[in-house]
């Protein structure tokens, strides 16, 4: 089963910056579409960035211009670049991925484990 881990949280001061990466285990591994998803504190979880797998990007209005997603496919592998961030960045940021299932013959659905990221003076 492939598993998605997520690397990079950690506590930055308003207008620093944090890379945050996420890795899918396995060989031969085929995936579409990757996100950055994030939940605040008391708050539903929303959409940061997608990547597909052709390299097209879109954001939440909240972060354009701050934040850059990217993706290495031969190490399958997705990056979330933020910039200038914010005390309301505060969150825990989930990967997401659309991954083949060749069992099933079909695209699944699959989430990391989440990491917290804080901005904080």
């Known amino acids: 089963q492939v598993q998605l881990v997520e690397s990079g949280g950690g506590l930055v001061q308003p207008g620093g910056s944090l890379r945050l990466a996420c890795a899918a285990s396995?060989?031969?591994?085929?995936?579409?579409?990757m996100n950055w998803y994030r939940q605040a504190p008391g708050k539903e979880r929303e959409l940061v960035a997608t990547i597909t797998a052709g390299g097209i990007t879109n954001y939440a209005d909240s972060v354009k211009g701050r934040f850059t997603i990217s993706r290495d496919n031969a190490k399958n592998t997705v990056f979330l670049q933020m910039n200038s961030l914010k005390a309301e960045d505060t969150a825990v940021y989930y990967c997401n991925a659309d991954i083949w299932n060749r069992r099933r013959y079909r695209w699944d659905s699959s989430w990391g484990q989440g990491t917290q990221v804080t901005v904080s003076s």
């Open positions: 396995g060989s031969g591994v085929s995936i579409n579409t």
